[in-house]
């Protein structure tokens, strides 16, 4: 695809025998606190969707614009997450803490909001608690690993991360087939399992990462503007392609709904559909971490993106299919994300400085999630004037004319190649 960038690759190659050894303790404690949450956020992430549209009878637009808010906010307040945390000297940590306790302070407060504003003020609140922590959570992470293990270092919180994506449905699926009041139960359990994740966040997160001081750079600390920030080398690129190719990246919850209505996929298995994108997710992501250190992060985020559009082209190629298509559809999704997700933080990681990693970190997240954010209200409103077909249709149109202009932006000039 184009040579790997000198910043993007490793300095040293990574030995195999010293493989799990190299993961620090800051590290394997923040994938345990993000396994517990993920499993008390999957559980109402595999409800949800069908609950709203199906129960609730609420509109295909109607979906997109709550699941729009559902992420868009979050991105908003990213920044104001990654601000807080890398200022006075660096309070990771205890943003990272308001955040998970915000999110798990709102899982009991579905059981009262039975209204579609009532429930999108609750999922507001609660991305407003995502967004808090999650730019600190990869600061302390991206601090706590050398800068050549990066990427594996993100790819073992994702695989934990995912570990606990993949157990929250199934652990709805169970509630909803014993628990008498169905929907009320799945919050229940779920709030119990998120004031586990801040419990363990408290108490064995280190303030300070373990390999903090690693690579530090001689940049000052204190205000940046994200102008600034966007003119360092590289970070720009990065920014504008994840925002070009967030503009095509249908929501997850989308991509369930498709497959559930162009597949035929029983209403009652909707809550497993999750799994699949999770089980492939949790097998891929240390690999590709490993892997995206060795031949570059920003060469296998676009990989990623193509496994992405090879998903949207089997919808469309396949209606109705049998299970296979469905697994098949699963695996890339799980594929495309363990390509990006991670990979795309240790990217961002390797050019900005250690006192200005949160603000990094959280100005491109924040710029891809709203760019998805648009992306769901836009597929929404196609799906209800022209049906899921045609919107699926347009979506993927636009990842394949994204995909070579983010290529040829990220593609590095030869004296910095290597």
Known sequence: MYLADSRDAPAVVPQRGRRWAAVPGTVLALGAVSLITDVS???????????????LGLSPLGFGVLDGVY?????????AGGHLADGGGGRHKAVAVAGYGLSALCKPLLLVAHTLPAIGAVLALDRTGKGLRTAPRDALISLAAPPERRGQ??????????????CGPLLAFLVLGVAAEGYDAVFTVSACVAALGVLVLVLFVPGRPDGAGIGRSAVPSGPLRAPALLRMPGVGRLAACAVLLGLTTV????????LQ???EVPAQWFPLLPLGTAAAFLLLAVPAGAVADRIGRRRL??????????AYGLVLAVPGGPLPAVVAVLALHGAFYAATDGVLAAAVAGVVPDTMRARGLALVGTGQALARFACSIGFGAAWTAW????????ATAGLVISTPIAIAALRPSPRRTA
């Open 41 to 55: 956020a999957e559980m109402i992430t595999a409800v949800l969707p069908l609950y709203l549209v199906s129960g």
């Open 71 to 79: 992420n868009g906010v979050g991105a908003l307040v990213r920044l």
């Open 153 to 166: 270092a993100f790819g073992v919180h994702r695989a934990m991360d995912t570990a606990g994506a993949l």
């Open 251 to 258: 929501s997850d919850s989308f991509v369930y709904l498709l």
């Open 261 to 263: 209505r162009r597949f």
């Open 301 to 310: 985020f676009l990989l990623g993106h193509l496994a992405l559009l090879a």
């Open 387 to 394: 049906g899921d077909g045609p919107a699926l249709a347009v």
